[in-house]
């Protein structure tokens, strides 16, 4: 086999731009459309709804135990970069009415776009050894070690933040939002397979 080839720095702050705009584009949309995300984004908010506390201080808490396991088994590159996408997603989602304007799109093409992009965004992050930390850490580990695609785990995770999702939203948004969370992670479990594309930790 040939030798791993790294990305160049400007590859990868191309792809930095590209991911964490793909994914900030695909969160709006879901949440102009009322659904519900899964992560800790999805993990966040439901926080939100427990303790008067904002969004963005819960994300970054429930985000910092992620972080220092990805510290710790993938090194302090893909931390930093990681860290820095889970500072952008959350600015560019929340400032989206002024970026994008006020849309109001079908709940099917939020569902399909918005999980799309977001999955796509991920899948970019991820083949440029980043992260939107949280759930995404540990899938990549589990990949790296035991060979578990890393979109089958965080689908996984997801199901589980959107059943809790039900306690605070009505089972058709939950059901539609489950179909989203397959969506999202079907594109990175075809995508970023550890029998097709090996990359090892810390390189890109």
Known sequence: MSAVRRHSAAEDALAMVTGTVLAATGVYLLSRAGLVTGGTAGLSLLLSYAFPM???????????????????SRGPRF??????????????????????????????VALLAGNLLAGTGILV????????GGFNVIALLAQDRFGVRAGWVLLAFDTGVIAGSALVTSPPVVL??????????AVIALNHRPDRYVVPAGAA
């Open 54 to 72: 904002p969004f963005g201080l819960l994300f970054a808490a429930v985000n910092l135990p992620f972080l220092a396991l990805a510290a710790r």
């Open 79 to 108: 931390t930093v970069l990681s860290a820095a996408g889970i500072a952008v997603v959350p600015v560019l989602s929340a400032h989206g009415p002024a970026l994008l304007g006020p849309v109001s799109p079908h709940p099917v």
């Open 125 to 132: 992050l991820f083949r440029h050894g980043s992260s939107l």
């Open 176 to 185: 539609a939002s489950a179909l989203g969370a397959v969506v999202l992670n």
